[in-house]
């Protein structure tokens, strides 16, 4: 396929000249391999990224690889794996200033934690949890200390979609399962096998030199350096959110996914994984944030939508974008993707510019999806 990217060049060397973003990458693959690649401004071709939440697909693909063996069944509860789980209440409200706490109705599965309905929260989306860090000082994953995973449900498992944890504990099961830390583990299956040689949840200092600086835009559109980053040490591999790596590394992910596993996971798996998982329960309407400088609210796409083994799932074709059953998710610095098995396409683009779905960053995303796929037919045509 002959893939002009002049269009998507421009739109990126726009954006940093407006002051949009300091530095941008990108990356276009098929199931063959890059079809382009683009950086603007601060980014380069090598330039380090935190992917942050990009790292739950990656996560998940290896459990995945352990459900193939017949070593993880997605039907298990998580608590015949990691007894631990097995001590987590649910978080019912608040006597005053007292945490109300009673035990799950039912217990949470594998397949929970992978389409994010097992009850766990994240503190910056979830008020209730957020009042239960201030009250009780417990900390927060980002805080770099495990015991930030032990804090309370925010539903029964089964019940709601709510973004969490979730991906952090479905680490811990695989370095359960494989007897090593998540990183070394996905060394051998995942990173090593696919060429994603920056990929790690331990830079280098050589790698943290390529680190593209995190921003943050002011109230104004302006963009100052922001305070608020990982942690530079963590007590464990944070599957959901502490791997760092290049926009090739991610693109070499994505084109896996795009061509049938490439050998790190059977075609059949993909495909199911790609799948709505979640049943009758919905993706809510607008996820609250409840830290603004991390994170603006999120609204919904007016589109058909699920959750798959990892990923959240579009399910209708877009005009002009993405096809039906394309699984995509994002990382809270800005950085995004999207797997269109359908016509065999998938992008990735990542900056480093907080809060969350910052509008300039989206715009530009909206921007680059279009313009891929005018090169390379869209799904539907646009009416």
């Known amino acids: 396929m002959t893939f002009d990217g002049s269009a998507i060049k421009a739109l990126l060397d726009d954006a940093v000249s407006k002051g949009a973003v300091h530095g941008i990458a990108v990356m276009v693959v098929d199931r063959s391999g890059p079809l382009f690649q683009h950086a603007a401004g601060e980014a380069r071709q090598d330039t380090m990224f935190r992917n942050a939440s990009m790292t739950k697909a990656v996560a998940t693909t290896a459990a995945l690889q352990f459900v193939e063996k017949g070593l993880l069944s997605l039907d298990a509860s998580v608590e015949s794996i990691l007894p631990e789980f097995g001590n987590l209440q649910v978080l019912d409200g608040f006597d005053g200033d007292k945490p109300r706490l009673r035990p799950p109705a039912t217990k949470a599965t594998v397949r929970q934690l992978m389409t994010h309905t097992a009850g766990l929260g994240y503190f910056f989306m979830s008020e209730k949890l957020m009042r239960y860090h201030t009250l009780t000082g417990e900390p927060h994953p980002l805080s770099g200390l495990k015991r930030s995973l032990s804090v309370p449900l925010v539903n029964d498992p089964g019940t709601a979609w709510e973004y969490g944890t979730n991906t952090d504990w479905l680490g811990l099961i695989v370095e359960k399962l494989s007897g090593q830390r998540l990183g070394s583990y996905l060394k051998e299956h995942v990173y090593g096998p696919l060429g994603m040689t920056d990929s790690t949840f331990t830079p280098s200092a050589e790698q943290r030199g390529r680190l593209l600086r995190v921003m943050q835009r002011q109230a104004d559109g302006t963009l100052v350096p922001s305070s608020l980053d990982l942690p530079p040490t963590s007590e464990w591999d944070a599957s959901g959110h502490g791997s760092y790596g290049t926009v090739q590394d991610y693109g070499r992910f994505v084109q896996a996914w795009l061509n049938d596993g490439a050998g790190i996971l059977e075609p059949a798996t993909v495909r199911m994984a790609l799948q709505n998982h979640i049943g009758q329960i919905k993706l809510p309407e607008l996820m609250k944030s409840t830290m603004p400088e991390l994170s603006n609210d999120v609204p919904a796409a007016p589109v058909l939508q699920g959750w798959g083994l990892g990923f959240h799932l579009t399910l209708a074709d877009v005009p002009g974008m993405r096809s039906n059953g394309t699984g995509d998710w994002?990382?809270?610095?800005?950085?995004?993707?999207?797997?269109?098995?359908?016509?065999?396409?998938?992008?990735?683009?990542m900056t480093q510019v907080l809060p969350f779905f910052d509008m300039p960053v989206?715009?530009?995303?909206?921007?680059?999806?279009?313009?891929v796929?005018?090169?390379?037919?869209?799904?539907v045509p646009a009416q």
Do not use: C, M, P, S
């Not at 994002?330 to 683009?349: C, E, H, P, Q, S």
């Not at 796929?373 to 799904?379: E, K, R």
């Open 362 to 371: 989206v715009e530009a995303l909206i921007g680059f999806e279009t313009a």
């Open 373 to 379: 796929y005018q090169q390379v037919g869209a799904a």
């Open 330 to 349: 994002a990382g809270v610095f800005n950085t995004y993707y999207w797997i269109d098995r359908a016509k065999g396409i998938g992008g990735v683009l």
